[in-house]
């Protein structure tokens, strides 16, 4: 709203004594004054209305006006100009309101993330969300039938308490990578109905100390106001690590995080139904805190699957999928070997992708094929090789066939091939690990002794035929990957004259305070040129046992090589054709 005075003025012609030489003449009818103006509006008796500067604050005019009956009038600019100052601030104090409230939210933003102390991030699934059921996972039947039993004690617990025993709190989960684990853990959760509480370990540890903490309290409180219910804690080794061995003494986030763990484990009472399901792939470096009675003291290990388990499961993933009527999955099964369900649900998933390229609309052999080579050999690159190139690759590849033949059995070769491949300098021998090894995961000396020498084979061909000052630096990272098995031999498996010493157990692991220093203390500086020279001397040997089984067989390298520089692959029967009669083992 503005003021304005009654009339409208035009701006003066009159001057400042004209003004007052009119107000002594008695011609001016009313004057409005404007007090922060330095201007008056005149109205004249004749009508005239006219706008003329003063003197701030001029007292004169006032005084000449009123003697002279003049009207005077002060106009109300001081509520108008009032009024628009407190417009003008008005919107400037909204605009720095609006301003403060985008920053704090942004920072809040932050600051939740941050410094969030009270809410953690796990998500709550419901009963209908979790569509895993037991069905699902397939080949690994000892864990599930033990976590079938979990299950019941969950949900009746009195079949346990009646006999004076107490419900397990916390199940470990433990195997490789893709077995299975979380697979089984949603698969439980969605069979037993009860809610399922999911975190990733590594979401505890965050910017600040004390977030990991508050975090786990957090988890807890929500599991009992939902219990029964499950805890599932994933990837638990990146809280769970054995104590004190951290850089600067150890007293860090993480471990603040733990003890919090432990002491939530600790506290929740018996019977409260409440489980709290954890996995790992490491379950060594795991604190062993953690794996005492009345916390994680169930663990429950799960293995890569052997052939019936591999079986299952490409079965499971092939559900959804067109298979041509002849596609048999047990020949599949044996052609993979040492693979987990993640990575054979990945070659059930790139046969589907290679149908679909095909625009064909069933799956069949030649797609599983190319999905597996794709899998284990990498995608096949454009790079074209020369043909001393090829010749060179072929020689390496054919002598790691012979000398895993020899040591392993024919059989156990899969494939070999020149095609270049990204990831690989030159072809690829796939080797076929054994299924007992596998199954059992146990490692013999000899059996790594084999592996050396089917690493060190490549080398020994091109030795053999081109001559010691002639070979290339094609099988260098074969001799890369034998070195590291001979280093594990002698320090780690006591397999050498150095004799069952561990020499560095954590070598892997980042725990330099208990790994590196503490070992160099104790470790003798001759010990080490002793591991040097038993490292050099095993390969060495190794070597010159490939040596021998490739001279052996020369005649089989010759023939194989022509055939994988004409043909560039050779699969599992041709090569077992081929070497059945001249093979000399
Ligand atoms: P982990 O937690 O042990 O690393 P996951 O449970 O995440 O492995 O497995 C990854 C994927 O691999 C699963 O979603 C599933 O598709 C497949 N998979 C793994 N193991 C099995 C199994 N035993 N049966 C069926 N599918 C499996
Ligand atoms: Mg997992």
Redesign the pocket.
């Known amino acids: 709203m503005i003021f304005k005075s009654k009339f409208t003025y035009s701006n003066s012609n009159s001057s400042y004594s004209d003004l007052l030489f009119q107000i002594d003449s008695g011609n001016i009818q009313s004057i409005y004054f404007y007090p922060r103006k330095r201007e008056i509006d005149v109205l004249y008796k004749n009508g005239k209305k006219e706008k003329i500067p003063i003197l701030y604050n001029d007292q004169l005019v006032i005084e000449k006006a009123t003697e002279n009956n003049v009207d005077l009038t002060i106009n109300n600019s001081q509520k108008q100009s009032s009024t628009a100052n407190l417009f003008v601030s008005g919107s400037l104090f909204l605009i720095f309101i609006l301003a403060l409230v985008l920053i704090l939210r942004s920072t809040s933003k932050f600051a939740s993330r941050a410094l969030g102390f009270g809410k953690s991030k796990a998500k709550f699934i419901t009963i209908d969300e979790v569509e895993t059921r037991f069905n ?5 039947p000892e864990a599930a039938q033990e976590l079938k039993e979990v299950i019941t004690f969950l949900k009746s617990p009195n079949k346990l308490t009646n006999l004076g025993a107490k419900v397990p709190k916390g199940v470990l989960l433990i ?1 490789p ?8 853990a949603k698969a439980i959760a969605g069979e037993s109905g009860v809610p399922f509480i999911s975190i990733a370990a590594s979401e505890f540890v965050e910017l600040f100390v004390g977030v990991g903490a508050s975090r786990v309290r957090d988890l807890f409180e929500k599991a009992k106001e939902k219990s029964p219910c499950i805890i599932f804690i994933d990837e638990i080794d990146s809280i769970g690590r054995q104590r004190g061995y951290g850089i600067g003494g150890g007293n860090d986030e993480r471990e603040q995080t733990l003890n919090q763990l432990l002491t939530e484990l600790d506290g929740f009472a018996d019977n409260s139904g409440i489980i709290v399901l954890a ?1 790992t792939n490491r379950a060594d470096i795991l604190d062993s805190a953690l794996l005492r009675p009345g916390r994680f003291d169930r663990k429950i290990e799960i293995m890569l ?1 052997d052939l019936n388990g591999r079986k299952k ?1 490409l079965s ?2 092939s559900l959804s999928k067109p298979l041509e009527n002849n596609v048999d999955l047990s020949y599949w099964a044996k052609r993979t070997v040492g693979f ?3 990575e054979l ?1 990945n070659l059930m998933n790139e046969s589907a992708i290679h149908c679909a390229r095909d625009k064909s609309k069933f799956i069949n052999d030649i797609h599983i094929e190319s999905a597996l080579d794709k899998l284990t050999l990498g995608l096949r690159t454009s790079i074209v090789s020369s043909p001393n190139m090829k010749k060179i690759v072929a020689y390496n590849e054919v002598g790691r066939a012979i000398v895993s033949a020899v040591k392993n059995g024919i059989d156990s070769v899969d494939k070999i091939t020149i095609l270049p491949r990204s990831g690989y300098v030159g072809g690829y021998t796939k080797i076929n690990p054994d299924e007992d090894i596998v199954s059992s995961g146990l490692i013999s000396k000899k059996l790594l002794l084999s592996k050396i020498e089917i690493a060190l084979a490549g080398r020994a061909a091109e030795t053999i035929v081109f001559g010691k000052n002639e070979i290339t630096q094609c099988s260098i990272n074969d001799i890369n990957y034998a070195t590291n098995i001979v280093r594990e031999m002698v320090t780690k498996y006591g397999f050498s004259i150095i004799g069952p010493v561990t020499i560095d157990a954590h070598n892997n692991d980042s725990l330099i305070g208990d790994g590196l220093i503490r070992n160099k203390a104790l470790i003798a500086e001759n010990t080490y040129s002793k591991i040097d020279n038993e490292i050099i001397n095993i390969s060495k040997l190794s070597l010159n046992n490939s040596i021998n089984i490739i001279r052996k067989n020369r005649l089989l390298l010759e023939k194989l090589v022509e055939i994988l520089i004409e043909s560039e692959t050779i699969e599992n029967d041709i090569f077992k054709k081929i070497s059945f009669d001249l093979l000399k083992v």
């Open positions: 699902d996972v397939a080949g690994v195997g990578p893709g077995t299975g684990k979380t697979l089984l996995a699957p499961i499971v993933h987990s369900g993640a649900a």
